[in-house]
């Protein structure tokens, strides 16, 4: 039993892993304070760290040769859960996002965050002698089918992260210049349509809200000038001493899902706000060197895509939570509850450390 | 190979480059919201889970000088609704409810659904105001049908006997506009109205409303969200205001009310030795109660266009002519500077020839008084008498006298207005009409006629200086009170002139006196002096009572005491338009004063 510990520590980077559970650690906390030490949220929250963790293990001992040889499988069963959702899932507020398994439900759309780019980059190697455009207008659809899926769900904010996974995956697969210029040309020129059809209207409002909170104070605006406050009130040392208005007394309410880094601002303050940013920093920071210093140019591509959607999707919240950003449905990644989103990075992460301890191994 | 690792990394660090920027404009946001606009968020966090709700003071109650209660909080209850976690539909559908058992009208659903939508914060809201017994009755019984429907207790005022006290407690109503700015002037005021709705507007409620509402508490509570009670953070208690004890009769308020019914005028009684007023009545009245409760248009509008001016009080805030209730003031001025004395006597042709004039001014009595001294000038109010006394004194000495009874002046009676009439001179003409004074004006001012007005308040006043010999004290209200000015034992005058105008105003009683009426009936010893007082004058026209039009009718007045051989009360009676005083105020007085001897004494 020892043996098989000291087997899977020896895979894993040790920095990377010890700043992986500082952060996991920041979660907890921020999810007791959030819904109470004793609620149902951090026992089930504690119990997905224990249960993420063993997936780490596991997926860092992974065979990836295998992933790569059955991205395709991996691809089509991700959008066949889209589907599934689409037909069974679970409807709440209004937007049908999760399959229900009873102990456990699933946001089908997380699980493409990790099997899109997976698919994309097993592309790359049988593209490598043909066209480069065919290939970007390949990926291009590929990454289309499950945003227009989750477009529909609706949860538009998830649906755009899945795409710029593409989009990131073709820019840096080395889109020449023109095209990255018509491409925002076209985007430029889509955009009148978008908002006039594929918007919805509380899409728009939440939008609209961002630019003037307080013309709408009670519905769409309540949740930005709400989280503004328990932002602003933190001051430079937080709350903590006394007690946290804005969540304890439920003006601010969720909280432990996609509001969570208000609990943070709030509690902790500035001074809060900066430690935890220099945590993240340096487990970013860690992921880039690994990313960068991977052998292959498909593992690099893959590792730099996961590391992009972990330090967008983490900027993007903080930007909503702090009123930078319409309000999209986008967790805090490693620290909102929840346990989909929380698997689907870890899984990522271990693939990293995974493509990172196998390096030498995998060559070209 | 190296090629494409040398694009991806340069490509990868662009993004990050790109996503830092990012951060950057992030970590400015945080500074700015936690940092530099911080104050303003906790003052933001705190006013999302701090309530104030205001604990309100019971207005004092007001009572007669016999304990008799005149204005009180009655007790009436008030249906509200708790809207916590409440749609709209929710609401409706319990007013739904509500409504099959007691009516509620659309005014009452849409002023509901107007607050709600007006004060965000409000946990629960009224749907019916001062409901009454059968249907708290009602209520009550299916009360368990309605858990989130509530009973508020709320105090309201309520004035017993409110018409007959109607200009002298005067009323409450909703602070106005107006109201609001004057109190917002006095920070230290304002909070003593935290949550009080109503404000004293007339009469004793307004001028005493410091000490009658009290001051208000206020309880901050911690609430979340949901608007549901956390906790109580500070408790202030409120002051309840104090009760005040009038130096009024109700029983002779309820009387003089009786005795005035049919009439335009006003009455008041005085306690002769302290001023304190025992009876203040102005006729026609209105009902009080009904201001309370915020008046409607339409009975507004009744009031306001009423040509018998209800709302007037007229004992204060009305001045008339004194016509000869101003000659026993005006024969002291006469003895005093020598014009006269107990000897002196003139004949009475029935008119005066105004000297190097051929200006001829009537009596009332065209045949003339014959000889008269002093004392049948009063009794018999002889007009000639007076105008050769005024005309020998001059209007400047006259003005002098007549001063230290206080005409033109204010009585400082403790009401929030009060007219101060004209006591009229060369230099108030001057300064009012910048015209030179004519000789015959001073013939007019020694029958009270001209430009001189007096309120029936002051009349009674400067009668009580009389009588006293000194200097009085403001009239007042409140029973007992001691005043802070001291009290004056300067005499105004020698003791001998009164004797001899209380002997005048005897005789005015008497078989010879202008209300000889009561010369056999006279066991309370009344004595005083009738006025009848020109509305109009007539040129060249005969007065004629019977063929003149009711408000160009002169205007009756007596000021009277009681008894004469040992005064203690006084009295002050007009009547608009009533014609003679002798036969009208007169008779009112007589009846007040021996009310008063048979019933309070």
Redo the contacts between chains.
Sequence with gaps: MTNFFTFLFSRTDKQLFILLLIILLFSLNLIGQAAGFHSPFFFKQLFFIFTGLIIFMLVSILNLKFLFRHSLIIYMLSILLLILTAVFGTEINGSKRWLDFGVFKLQSSEILKLTLPIFLVSLIEYFKNRSQTLSELVFLSISFIPFFIILRQPDLGSGLIILFSGL?II????LSLKKILIGILGFLILLPYAWLNILKDYQKGRILNLIDPFSNP?DGGYHAI?S?????????FGKSSEFS??H????L?ETHTDFIFAVL?ENY??LG?IIF?LIVFLFIYKL?II??NLHS?SH??LA?TYV?IF??CF?IN??MV???FPIVGIPLPLISYGGSSLFIYLIMFALINSLNYNKTLIAD | ?LN??L???Q??NI??AF?FL??L???L???W???Y??D???E???S??ERIEPIKPLRGLIFDRNNNILAENILTYNLEINIENKSKEDLNAIIEELSKILSISEHERSLFFKIRSDR?FLRKIPLKTNINNDELAFFVSKMFLFPDVNLKEEFLRSYKYGIENAHLIGYINRISKKDLKKIENDPEKLGNYFGITHIGKQGIESSFENSLRGKSGFKKI?????NSF?AEIENKKAFDGQDLTLSIDLDLQKKSHELLKGYRGSLIMTDISNNEVLAYQSNPSFDPNLFVNGIGFSEWDKLNTDPNKPMLDRVTNAVYPPGSTIKPFLSIAGLENNVINTDYSINDPGFYQLPKTKKIFMDWKKEGHGNVNIINAIAESCDVYFYDLAYRLGIEKMDKSLRKFAFGQKTGINLPTEKRGILPSPEWKLKRHKKKWNTYETINTSIGQGDFLSSPAQLVHALNILLNNKKMPPLNLIKNQSTDVPLSVEKITDEKYIETVKRGMQEVTNSNGTFRSIANNNKNKIAGKTGTAQVFSLKNQEYDEDNIADHLKDHSLFIGYAPYDNPQISIAVIIENGGHGSTVAAPIAKKMIDFYFETIK
């Design positions: 990131i820019f840096l697969n080395g009670l709400q503004s406050i328990a932002i602003g009130s933190g001051g430079l208005s804005q304890d007394l439920l003006f309410p601002s303050g500035f706000n940013f880039v990313s960068i140019h690099r591509l730099m992009m330090t967008i900027l903080i930007a702090s009123g930078l | 190979m494409s690792r694009i991806l990394v490509r990868f993004l990050i996503l990012i951060f404009l992030i970590f946001r945080l500074f919201l936690q940092i606009k911080n303003f968020y906790l933001s966090s705190k999302n889970y965000k911690r609430v979340n969200a949901r956390i």
